[in-house]
């Protein structure tokens, strides 16, 4: 009976051992207990007697050793614990850089004309529609002068003409009056002789 339980108390130590081992050297300090005690116990009748003070030895060292294995383990369920909460907010961080990059990015992009926020391609496009439209009103107003100055041309010349034949009308007038006036003169003259 009592190599059962001792067994058993082995097996279960054993289980608890391997499953919450950290390291090599504490899964083999708590072996090496175990094969100490075993090794230094007496066989009495196929039986294996164990020290009485050497199994409580061995039971409070076990304690103990599982007792570190879980403070160690809520040590590092903590350490966990603050590493996702460091994690998350990295995140939280990474979230609002990406959101301040996005934004940057927005300004950066974003030309202000008049006070309004344009984007490059719709401030490119109003500038050239304003190059475009100024260019076809300089095309208009070249167009327009050309046919003022055209005008202006023919109308110089006609004026030069009209003065070149009133002129003439005047000279021919002069010339006439002229002839009329001595001809006046000449049957003046006749009627007083």
């Known amino acids: 009976m009592r190599t059962i339980i001792f067994s058993s108390l082995l097996l279960i130590f054993s289980v608890n051992v391997l499953t919450a081992q950290d390291s090599l050297a504490t899964s083999n300090f708590i072996e090496d207990e ?17 020290d009485y003070d050497a199994l409580i030895e061995l039971r409070d060292n076990t304690k103990r050793h599982v007792q570190d294995l879980k403070n160690e383990l809520q040590e590092e369920q903590s350490t966990i614990a ?45 500038m050239w529609g304003i190059v475009g439209v100024l260019i076809l009103a300089l095309l208009f107003f070249i167009y327009k002068f050309k046919n003022s100055n055209a005008t202006t041309k023919e109308a110089r010349h006609r004026l030069n003409e009209t003065e070149k034949e009133f002129d003439a009308y005047r000279a021919k007038a002069l010339e006439k009056e002229q002839r009329l006036g001595r001809m006046l003169q000449d049957e003046k003259n006749k009627a007083k002789e």
């Open 82 to 126: 603050s590493q996702n909460e460091e994690i998350e907010n990295l995140e939280n961080q990474l979230a609002e850089t990406q959101e301040d990059l996005k934004r940057v990015n927005e300004e950066k992009d974003a030309i202000k004309f008049l006070g309004m926020p344009f984007s490059k391609g719709s401030y490119m496009a109003m």
């Open 34 to 50: 175990f094969d100490n005690l075993i090794e230094s116990s007496n066989n009495y009748q196929g039986y294996k007697v164990v």
